[in-house]
């Protein structure tokens, strides 16, 4: 949905750099989702955020991968010393307040894709 | 854990056939989700189903969710060359996960003119 903005769209990273990735959730959404789509294959739930707070990250690698939804601004996926099996499409999506299981969805942005040469 | 698995993989049809993809969970679901995604592109909501045993129609697509609600489908009639693109079943986790959506594997759909 075009309301969720990614940035950017395309980023190129040598290995051992950082990786940084943004994202904006649709105006009214405050709940946000971060996955993971390797090359010709589904989407792997990473991280879900609230303002401030980390709600599930039970899909997140343990280590150089942290994710932050600050008061203020968008939310942040961190790579930290990326390597070559980073290279992915990351997808951030966002839902109004309201349990999953209560009939809310979610709705994605374009998406950003990292490419670790 | 909670697996959902789609089948087939992928499909190749000639404009016109018709085109179904399945959706199947290990475990008992909530509401089904269906989004489709187009080569490059991102996943598009296209509709949630709630009900045991629901049927929705939205122009050529019906989607069905099952009476134990563990599975669902998706039935093109009548495929366009816009049909084309890969298209996911997703629903909440269960027990301590209903705050993530699982996403079934996919079927890629593929339409010769």
């Known amino acids: 949905n075009a309301g969720v903005m990614q940035n950017p769209r395309h980023l190129v990273r040598r290995r051992g750099q950082e990786a940084r990735l943004r994202c904006s959730p649709m105006?009214?959404?405050?709940?946000v989702y971060w996955y993971r789509q390797l090359p010709e294959e589904g989407l792997k739930f990473m991280v879900y955020?609230?303002?401030?707070?980390?709600?599930?990250e039970s899909g997140m690698p343990k280590e150089r991968f942290s994710a932050e939804f600050p008061k203020e601004g968008p939310s942040i996926l961190r790579i930290q010393q990326v390597v070559r099996g980073d290279s992915a499409a990351y997808f951030c999506?966002?839902?109004?307040?309201?349990?999953?299981?209560?009939?809310?969805?979610?709705?994605f942005g374009e998406g950003s894709w990292l490419t670790v040469v | 854990g909670q697996q959902v698995m789609q089948i087939p993989q992928y499909q190749h049809v000639q404009e016109g056939e018709d085109f179904t993809t399945y959706c199947n969970s290990s475990?008992?679901?909530?509401?089904i989700q269906w989004y489709k995604q187009r080569p490059g592109g991102h996943p598009v909501f296209l509709i949630q189903?709630?009900?045991?045993?629901e049927v929705k129609k939205q122009k050529r697509l019906t989607f069905q969710f099952g009476e134990a609600k563990k599975n669902s489908s998706l039935h093109i009639t009548a495929t366009q060359t816009t049909d084309v693109g890969t298209y996911f079943c997703?629903?909440?986790?269960?027990?301590?996960?209903?705050?993530?959506?699982?996403f079934g594997t996919g079927t890629l759909l593929a339409v010769q003119p």
């Open positions: 999506a966002s839902s109004r307040p309201g349990a999953l299981i209560s009939g809310n969805t979610i709705y």
């Open positions: 105006k009214g959404h405050s709940h």
């Open positions: 475990t008992t679901l909530s509401n």
């Open positions: 955020l609230q303002k401030e707070n980390i709600i599930d």
């Open positions: 997703a629903g909440p986790g269960y027990g301590g996960a209903t705050n993530k959506l699982i």
């Open positions: 189903l709630v009900k045991s045993g």
